[in-house]
């Protein structure tokens, strides 16, 4: 008989990753590579149009088939996997550098200007963020950079109010009480001890809205707002196969497929970042 020994007060139980973690990593690994990969590993010219192989079902000359353009569909896979990453992470960081910086810029002013500051939030907050992007997109023109704007701007909110609240809880711990007894100013306490225990939510919340970029992204693209047209990316081979899904399913599944592996993997590994990363719930599993 094994007695397990318990653990230590306010420490969690720490636990190695699940299989469905490891699974989602690897998937995300795989596409990453992919994308990296993306000139070395498509066997066509994404762009190049053969009409007299429309709609062609998938063989040994093209993995996937191709497309009503005579496109191969696996080389537009892998080449549109670079721009769906490009564009998705590329907003997340956005939104978590204008998010938490213009949410710490407004707790660091004091209660006037944090009240000011966070109503501003509010408005942008109140809009869906598919609707704010488009108003965005067609203010600033379409392609990449303004789709990677759009989508920061869209998802700060998130991450300004994720900064709020941990700051808040961390306010009226012992250590920053300390160290405003010794001295230390608002910005000093702010910079030196509170921004450091603001990163894992921030790094949790940006793990959770990675897949919600990544979709909005592909929404945006099905629209015919996104990149530009040369480019392509999961949502506009989405659109463009929209017409031909009875005749051509093939066409429409790869690119739904891949952006469902993304999403799903994107997923499960925001929710493994929360579990570690949230101290919250690192809490309440050391109580169990």
């Known amino acids: 008989m094994s007695l397990a020994l ?3 007060a306010g420490e969690a139980v ?3 990753p699940s299989p469905r973690t490891m699974i989602a990593a690897l998937v995300l690994a795989l596409i990453v590579a992919l994308a990296l990969a993306a000139p070395l590993v498509a066997p066509f010219d994404p762009l190049d149009q053969d009409l007299r192989a429309l709609n062609q079902p998938p063989g040994p000359e093209h993995w996937l088939g191709t497309d009503h353009m005579g496109r191969d569909v696996f080389s537009r896979l892998v080449m549109g996997a670079r721009t769906t990453l490009m564009v998705g992470f590329g907003g997340a960081l956005v939104a978590f550098i204008l998010g938490a910086g213009f949410g710490l810029v407004a707790l660091s002013l004091g209660r006037v200007a944090e009240t000011v500051m966070f109503a501003l939030i509010d408005l942008v907050r109140a809009m869906p963020d ?3 992007a488009l108003l965005l997109i067609v203010a600033l023109g379409a392609g ?3 789709v990677v704007i759009a989508l920061g701007v869209a998802f700060a909110p998130f991450f300004a109010y994720v900064a709020r609240a941990t700051f808040h809880r961390e306010a009226v711990k012992d250590y920053v009480t300390a160290a405003r007894l010794f001295g230390g100013g608002k910005l000093h306490v702010l910079r030196l001890h509170l921004a450091p225990n603001l990163v894992g939510g921030l790094v949790t919340q940006a793990a959770i809205l990675l897949p919600r970029c990544v979709v909005t992204e592909s929404v945006l693209s ?3 707002l996104g990149s530009s047209p040369d480019e392509p990316t999961w949502g506009r081979m989405v659109a ?4 031909y899904i009875e005749t051509s399913p093939h066409v429409i599944l790869a690119p739904v497929i ?6 799903l993997s994107l997923s ?3 929710e493994a970042v929360r579990r570690n990363l949230d101290p919250l719930r690192a809490a309440g599993e050391a109580k169990l």
């Open 130 to 132: 598919v609707l704010l």
């Open 14 to 16: 720490r636990r190695g």
């Open 6 to 8: 318990p653990a230590k």
């Open 144 to 146: 990449a950079q303004p």
């Open 258 to 263: 891949a952006i469902i592996l993304l999403t």
């Open 222 to 224: 099905f629209l015919g």
């Open 268 to 270: 499960i590994l925001g």
């Open 240 to 243: 463009d196969a929209s017409r």
